[in-house]
Each structure stands twice: as C-alpha cells, then as structure tokens.
C-alpha cells in the first residue's frame, strides 16, 4: 500500500488506457507521455500495461507502507527519498515507511511513479486509468490507499540511471501528418500553420491544449466524426485545439492535422506559455 | 442485394484509417456503417476501436498501419462483399424532456434565432422521431437523426464551461442529451432526467447505435418524480421493439 501525504495539483493513476469503449463514447484516457511510463515500467521489468502514478507540476508526497522497488521518469520534479535527492530513471529499493516526495520543476510537466508489479487500485471497464463519472476517483487526494503487491527489498540503492535521450521534452517541432480536413484549408492558412510558432493558452489539461494565436477561419463545421488524442481541431472562431489523452471521441470541428505518436509525449511535458510548431511530414 | 460504391479511405494519423460515405445524415448512410463495422469487426484482427460518425467510420488499429494501400485494399474487398440483410432488432425508446426554462436556457435564443414561439420549438422537437446514429462525444451521449430543419441552429462559437448532466440540446442539423456534466458548444433546449450511462455494466448504455427515440414532454414535478425512481432504482426506460 501506498499513503498519499500530499497530492499536488494533479496526481493521477493511469495505464495504457480503456480500449474498446469508445462505440459508447467512453475517452481512452491512459499516460500522457507514453515514452515516459514505458520506460519507468520497463526500469522494473513490469508489463507496459502495469499502472503507474502520473504526477503533474511536482509537489506530492507518498508514503510506502510496505516494501518494492520503484522508478521514476519523465519530468523532473527534483524527486527525494527520505529528504534525500534521488535520480530519475533508476531503479529504487524502497523500505516500510520510505517516503517519496516531489519538489519544484526541473523540467517537463508530467512525472511518471512505476511499482514493482503495478499499481492495483480498481479496473472499471478493462482500464484503471482515472476518468471523472467512469472511475470512483478522477484525482489523487491527501490521505488515499493506493494498493500496491509487497515485493521483498534487500538490496541497497546504487542509483545507477538508464541514459535516456531529453530531447523530446524540451523540443518545440511537433511532428505530425495531414487531417482529415487539411485540404479545406486556404492555402494560406497551409502555410501559416507549419511556419508560425504557437504559443499555449492557460486551458490546456489531459482533456486537451488550447492555443492562443487563432487562424482567419473560412472551414464549415463537418458532420460529427471520429477524433484522436493528438488531431488538432480549428474551432469556428479560428483557435486551434490540440485534443489529449481524456478527449471525447467524435468531434464537429475541422481536423486539420494529427500528431504523431511521439508529438502527443512531447507535447505531454509543455503548459502554459511554452512555444510549439507544427512539423508537417507526409 | 450490393451496396453502391465504395466510400473513401483516408490515412488519419499513424494508427487509423477514416472511412467517410456521402456528407449527409440519412438511414442509408446509417445502414451501410452498420453493416461494414460489423464486417471489419469480424475479419480483421489487431483493432482498437471502430468509432462511427454520421457520415463515417474511423478504424483505429492496435499498432502503427505498416502497409495503409495494403489494408486499404483489405478493407475494400470486406466492403465489395456486403449485403443488404437486416438482422439485429433495434428498440424505439420513450425519453421523458422536461423542456422548462429552468433547464432550457437556449431557447430563447433558438426562438429569436429561428424566428420560432418557444411552445412551437417544444412541440416539433418531441413530434419526431429520431434515429441513434451513433455514441459520442461523452459517455453515452447519443447522436440523433430525425431534428425538424426548422430546429437547424449552428453551434456555439465558443463552447461553455458547464453544460448540465441530462441537458437536451440542439447543435447544427444535430440534437443529443448531455450525458455528464460536460463543457459543450450546443444549445440547451431540456433535461432529461434518466441514466444514460453506467459504467459499472459491462455493456454501459442501453440506447445503442440504430435504435430510435422518442421524447415525451414532462413537467418539472415529472422530471423530480423520475429523478428519485432512478435513486432507488425502481426505473426501467420503456421500449417498443420493432420489426
């Protein structure tokens, strides 16, 4: 079991997310930054599909009422055992009682907290992935349980960190590909959106990231379709609109590109005021 | 009996193919996703999601499209072979609207708009009779055919923050219930004070794509009654099965 001391701003639980239930209108929720969680999963030899803790913006503390090892990835939010700084992307012996707690921002947005063997708290629809009305919680609060497997934990900390590439948190390029609605574009508006820098609006959540520099839009509304964590959707009064991983699943705004798999990672470690452009490929 | 020609397939990111009929909200269009949703479901493997829309269905695949021309061509042999046959029997549902100006807060605004007395907006939106295309944007929330042209009013520029759980709305050619509490650029118009969605069910709607509803006007004193039947769970949607 894990205590929670303090839960920060957000802290959630999420996994790869709930597939299969979006013929109901049901999101896919799952990590934001997909690279992160992987890599923090596989520092333990856990399942990709294991459940993680997601901490955005840093401040939260949990206490581990039992023994395991841990990881942590993605952002850094100066991490501490026991009020000693510990490194990311290490594994982590953990004792009864170690408390784990997370400061100011290094860098990055969104920090993932792997567990030998995965976070267990409650599956609703095939996924344990926190999503308002579908998991009895939305978000992490002071004093929560958060049941985890014992895993007997003699050996003593090295701290020797897995190198990994940071790139793709502080890059600006997004790469991405064509919408379905590209094409109705004016050829203005084409080359406006791959050259200019955007910069992004305080609403920006799991949900999705406004931005704040709006196009002259000239496209009609289209007939509700699909959308996908990572299409970028022109709204009628010209803001564009990056959807994330808890966005709804059909839409009625133009899509005019999608990010790629590894944009929606990057873009998973930016907020408010951080500059982006898109990278269009073909 | 074949169905006419071939949609268009369009890559939509890494992972999907968007397959997209004629740009217009009809039975026809309806009946040809059902059938090719079924189909795709059944003979391709490695998929995540199929997601459709009025005019579309979206095939979201597991892992990155290696070869998109390749499982393009799949998907056109699978669509070359349907045929016509309805088999699955689909529900009429009566949805109780509390169409009040405590919980209509648009129409007002649909009335000046469409140059429309508020009792008629009442009484052309609950005359019809409206098809489930499909469930989107929320869980649960049903996407309807069937909205009366004169009921057509375009979107919210700016969607609002707090659309209430139940609200029943017109968006465009469009008119849905709110689900959940949600943001939405679609204007209010009722509530409805039934359960849409229960995510404790395995199968957690109990409208689904192809059935048809019906809503009944109710008084606020109704829309409180059915409210605590659902609380104590002694409520049950009533149906009329078709043919």
């Not at chain 1, 979006?22 to 923090?40: I, R, Y």
């Not at chain 1, 934990?153 to 793709?168: A, E, R, W």
């Not at chain 1, 704040?212 to 970028?232: D, H, K, M, R, Y």
């Not at chain 2, 008629?120 to 409206?130: F, G, Q, V």
Request: net charge positive; proline share 4%.
């Amino acid at each position: 079991m894990i205590k929670v001391l303090k839960a920060g701003i957000l802290t959630t639980i999420q996994d790869q997310g709930r597939f299969g239930f979006a013929a109901f209108g049901v999101p896919v929720s799952g990590v934001m930054d997909n690279k992160a969680a992987n890599l923090a999963n596989s520092i333990l030899n856990n399942k990709l599909e294991e459940a993680l803790i997601e901490i955005t913006f840093g401040y939260a503390e949990f206490q581990f009422l039992i023994s395991t090892e841990i990881a942590i990835c993605g952002a850094d939010f100066t991490p501490e055992l026991n009020h000693v700084k510990i490194p990311l992307n290490t594994k982590i012996y953990i004792q009864k009682n170690d408390v784990i707690s997370f400061g100011k921002t290094k860098y990055g947005v969104r920090a993932y907290l792997a567990v030998k063997s995965g976070i267990k708290s409650e599956k609703v629809l095939k996924s344990r992935s926190f999503y308002k009305n579908i998991t009895s919680k939305y978000q992490l609060r002071k004093g929560d349980i958060i049941p985890i497997k014992t895993f007997s934990s003699i050996n003593t900390n090295t701290f020797t960190s897995v190198k990994i590439n940071l790139d793709y948190i502080k890059k600006e390029k997004l790469t991405c590909f064509k919408g379905p609605e590209f094409d109705l574009l004016s050829e203005q508006n084409k080359q406006l959106i791959c050259k200019q820098k955007f910069t992004i609006s305080k609403e920006n959540s799991r949900m999705g990231y406004r931005l704040n520099e709006p196009l002259n839009n000239t496209i009609p509304q289209i007939l509700t379709s699909a959308v996908l964590p990572g299409t970028v959707q022109l709204t009628p009064s010209g803001v564009l609109i990056i959807l994330m991983k808890d966005c709804q699943v059909t839409g009625g705004y133009p899509r005019v590109l999608q990010l790629s798999e590894q944009a929606i990672c990057s873009l998973a470690q930016k907020s408010t005021n951080d500059i982006i452009q898109f990278n269009l490929i073909n | 009996m074949k169905l006419s020609k071939q949609p268009s397939y369009k890559s939509f990111g890494e992972k999907a193919i968007l397959v997209e009929w004629e740009a217009i909200i009809s039975q026809e269009n309806l009946t040809k996703i059902l059938s090719f949703k079924d189909q795709v479901s059944k003979q391709i493997t490695g998929i995540s999601e199929l997601i459709i829309g009025y005019n579309s269905l979206t095939i979201l695949y597991k892992n990155v499209i290696e070869d998109l021309s390749n499982e393009i061509d799949n998907l056109k042999e699978i669509y070359e072979s349907l045929t016509n046959n309805k088999t699955t029997k689909k529900c009429t549902w009566e949805i109780p609207v509390c169409y009040d100006k405590e919980f209509g807060i648009d129409l007002e605004f649909i009335a000046k708009r469409n140059n429309l007395s508020i009792s008629t907006i009442i009484e052309l939106h609950a005359r019809s009779l409206y098809t489930v295309f499909f469930i989107g944007f929320l869980p649960g929330f049903p996407y309807l055919s069937g909205l009366d042209e004169a009921l057509y009013v375009d979107r919210k520029a700016a969607p609002e923050l707090n659309i209430k759980k139940g609200a029943v709305a017109i968006g465009g050619k469009q008119t849905g219930i709110y689900t959940t509490n949600s943001p939405g650029g679609w204007h209010v118009i009722g509530n409805s004070p039934l359960k849409f969605f229960d995510a404790s069910k395995e199968s957690p709607c109990f409208i689904n794509a192809g059935d048809q509803i019906k809503f009944i006007a109710i008084s606020k004193e109704e829309h409180q009654a059915i409210l605590l039947e659902i609380e104590s769970g002694n409520f049950k949607p009533k149906t009329i099965v078709n043919d």
